[in-house]
């Protein structure tokens, strides 16, 4: 069987991503591109489109026009639930890009449409297939580290803030590396716990770096006067059954400690660590131990691996969830608490207390 595909959206993250992955996955035909730039939609058409592809400026007319099966939704977070929410009462399942929503209202409302339409949707989170990911959850699963009690999530740039689009609009976008970067971190690190409950958090957002004049940065100087989002955030997450989580993201800050899409997790029987590739610390015969993983295809006998990119692998396993009628890796209510835990650390940082959840 073979599904067909429309994308909403044709820049950066769809060219970057969606589209390449998605021409690797036979089951996929990719039939319709939408994007507010004619001449996006008409380029992303002529790279990944079948002979009978058409392109919109307009999704409303696409969704109307086209029978999809699939939509995936490549814009600015401030649109995800709208476009999400369209496609599936369009009768389309939905993978929409990280993070799942500007607000954790809009969140609950894509869930709610899921629901009610009976289409499958699923975020963006393709860091969890990758090898050291996937290798390191079902350490988590089997219970080699025992019960996680403190984790940190990093996503650390030293200069390397992004300055095209509109990353650095916060009506278009709810804020900077935190939503940006940091819900990555944040996403591995609650299904590595397999811990979805948050109590409270409490947070800080910084504006400092963003101030700076002709800035060294990895893709050019940054205009301050357009850099409405923060630099930098910083989160102490307490869950409910007593664990906690410190999250820090920058896309700007003086240090050499970079680290991004990375977790280090601390349990009762052993330790992992992925900021210099794959490392697990424990315990053995009263003698501490740590153990370099090696997830080369062939490097360890327990490990089954495979060449193709993450997002290659998370796009397959996403069509084959539609196909085989299963759930998608990444559920959407494990995204929503992402998105109310992020949403939370924003409003601790607006107001200088802790921000409770019910």
Not at 10 to 34: M, S
Not at 136 to 141: A, G, K, N, Q
């Amino acid at each position: 069987m073979t599904l067909k595909v429309g994308i909403i959206g044709c820049g950066g993250i769809a060219n970057g991503k969606h589209l390449p992955a998605l021409a690797q996955v036979k089951e996929v035909e990719l039939v319709a591109f939408c994007d507010l730039i004619s001449e996006r939609a008409e380029e992303a058409k002529m790279h990944y489109g079948t002979l009978t592809a058409k392109t919109f400026t307009n999704y409303q007319e696409m969704l109307e026009e086209m029978e999809l099966d699939v939509v995936h939704v490549c814009t600015p977070n401030s649109t995800h639930a709208e476009l999400s929410i369209a496609a599936m009462e369009a009768d389309c399942h939905v993978m929409c890009e990280k993070p799942m929503a500007k607000t954790a209202a809009e969140a609950r409302s894509m869930i709610e449409a899921a629901n009610k339409t009976g289409k499958k949707l699923t975020i963006g989170y393709q860091n969890r297939f990758r090898k050291d990911s996937t290798y390191l959850h079902e350490i988590c699963d089997e219970g080699e580290l025992g019960e996680i009690y403190f984790a940190k999530a990093h996503a650390i740039r030293r200069r390397a803030v992004p300055t095209w689009g509109v990353f650095l609009d916060e009506e278009a976008q709810g804020g900077g590396p935190l939503i940006d970067i940091g819900t990555h971190a944040l996403d591995l690190t609650l299904w590595m716990m397999n811990n979805y409950k948050p109590k409270y958090v409490v947070g800080k957002a910084y504006h400092k770096l963003a101030e700076t004049e002709n800035a060294a940065n990895a893709w050019g100087s940054w205009d301050p006067k357009k850099f409405t989002v923060e630099d930098s955030a910083f989160g102490f997450i307490m869950m409910e059954n007593g664990a906690t989580i410190f999250l820090e993201s920058s896309w700007a800050l003086n240090s050499l400690d970079v680290k991004e899409a990375k977790t280090t997790l601390h349990g009762t029987k052993g330790g992992a660590d992925m900021n210099n590739g794959l490392t697990i610390n424990g315990e053995d015969h009263s003698t501490l131990f740590e153990k370099k993983i090696e997830l080369e295809p062939g490097g360890v006998d327990f490990y089954d691996g495979t060449g193709d990119k993450p997002e290659v692998l998370e796009a397959q396993s996403w069509i084959d969830a539609i196909l085989n009628d299963t759930e998608p890796i990444v559920k959407p209510e494990q995204a929503l608490v992402v998105t109310e835990i992020l949403e939370a650390i924003y409003k601790a940082s607006e107001t200088n207390q802790p921000v409770y959840f019910n």
